[in-house]
């Protein structure tokens, strides 16, 4: 489908090529004829997507006062998992740690993560998920994003952080990933580590 125009809200996708190679598009001006005319910014995107499947899925439960991120990263290693997707992860926590972006005119991107937010517990886990990487040493590093609420039912939500403790019982799903290179390296553009996927 190379060359053929496709809308999405206010961008056009002008070319399409195969997994891997360049997508070019242009971003339309808000508002009435947006479709009809291509004024502002055009943009082009090297959007790099290797390609990959499932080759096995790991299930296990956590137990009370278990360390949440902790036993996950024993498991990988355990089972020599370092490219994977945390498809499921569901239970409750003594107290959750967790931690969300915020203003920081230092960084390049102006954003980073803040200091630890602690939500005293009982906390329910609703969902996790996220992706097992690594390193270009092949350190394991694990990058989690967590849905929660308290007792009376309020919402967080953050990037969560080591030392959160299984209150009663946790329940993870996870998939080890084969074609694709999960890796988390430094990117000189945010100034922070980020993911970059490479075709094995």
Same mark, same amino acid.
């Given at each position: 489908?190379?060359?053929?125009?496709?809308?999405?809200?206010?961008?056009? /996708?002008?070319?399409?090529?195969?997994?891997?190679?360049?997508?070019?598009?242009?971003?339309?001006?808000?508002?009435?004829?947006?479709?009809?005319?291509?004024?502002?910014?055009?943009? /082009?995107?090297?959007?790099?997507?290797?390609?990959?499947?499932?080759?096995?899925v790991v299930t296990?439960?956590?137990?009370?006062?278990?360390?949440?991120?902790?036993?996950?990263?024993?498991?990988?290693?355990?089972?020599?998992?370092?490219?994977?997707?945390?498809?499921?992860? /569901? *239970?409750?926590?003594?107290?959750?740690?967790?931690?969300?972006?915020?203003?920081?005119?230092?960084?390049?991107?102006?954003?980073?993560?803040?200091?630890?937010?602690?939500?005293? *517990?009982?906390?329910?886990?609703?969902?996790?998920? *996220?992706?097992?990487?690594?390193?270009?040493?092949?350190?394991?590093?694990l990058h989690i994003?967590?849905?929660?609420?308290?007792?009376?039912?309020?919402?967080?939500?953050?990037?969560?952080?080591?030392?959160?403790?299984?209150?009663?019982?946790?329940?993870?799903?996870?998939?080890?990933?084969?074609?694709?290179?999960?890796?988390?390296?430094?990117?000189?553009?945010?100034?922070?580590?980020?993911?970059?996927?490479?075709?094995?």
């Amino acid at each position: 489908m190379a060359g053929d125009n496709f809308f999405c809200e206010n961008i056009i /996708i002008k070319k399409v090529l195969s997994c891997g190679g360049v997508i070019h598009f242009s971003r339309m001006p808000p508002g009435p004829g947006r479709r009809k005319h291509m004024k502002g910014v055009h943009v /082009i995107l090297e959007l790099k997507a290797p390609s990959g499947s499932i080759k096995r899925v790991v299930t296990f439960r956590l137990k009370p006062g278990d360390l949440v991120m902790e036993t996950i990263e024993e498991v990988c290693r355990r089972e020599g998992i370092n490219n994977g997707v945390i498809l499921s992860c /569901i *239970g409750s926590l003594q107290g959750a740690r967790f931690m969300n972006p915020e203003r920081k005119p230092e960084h390049k991107a102006g954003y980073a993560y803040g200091e630890p937010i602690v939500l005293e *517990g009982p906390v329910e886990l609703v969902f996790a998920s *996220g992706l097992i990487t690594h390193d270009g040493a092949g350190k394991l590093m694990l990058h989690i994003h967590a849905s929660l609420s308290d007792p009376q039912g309020k919402g967080y939500g953050g990037h969560l952080i080591p030392g959160n403790k299984v209150l009663i019982t946790v329940e993870v799903v996870m998939a080890e990933i084969e074609g694709i290179e999960m890796l988390r390296l430094y990117d000189d553009e945010i100034d922070l580590p980020s993911y970059m996927p490479r075709q094995k």
